[in-house]
């Protein structure tokens, strides 16, 4: 995958997610971080997450290192406000300070 400064750009080269729900985010403990619909608003973070499970196997610091590669121009705004991105905000401490990784838990779309 080639990363641009766009994230419009980028989101394009990921793989579909038609056939995801939502994804579920999973701190070392076991603890349920976050939960990701895939509806209007959190549709790209759960393109860009499903897209790093797939080639990384979880939310590790080389994988969160490439999330914010994906989310472009994203990134800047999200650490000038923080909380404003929280799916970017996230990426920070793994990719960072190596914080410990998250697992991923997708929820297959049942509709049809």
Do not use: C, W
């Not at 970017?88 to 960072?96: C, K, V």
């Amino acid at each position: 995958m080639t990363i641009t400064s766009n994230f419009q750009a980028n989101l394009a080269t990921l793989p579909a997610i038609d056939a995801i729900d939502a994804l579920e985010l999973v701190s070392s403990t076991g603890a349920v971080v976050a939960r990701l619909e895939n509806r209007p608003g959190t549709a790209g973070s759960v393109r860009v997450y499903h897209a790093l499970l797939k080639e990384f196997g979880e939310i590790n610091q080389a994988a969160a290192q490439r999330g914010l590669e994906i989310y472009a121009e994203h990134v800047a705004d999200a650490r000038a406000n923080p909380g404003k991105h929280p799916n970017i905000d996230r990426l920070f401490p793994i990719a960072e300070q190596g914080v410990p990784a998250l697992q991923v838990s997708l929820f297959a779309n049942t509709a049809g």
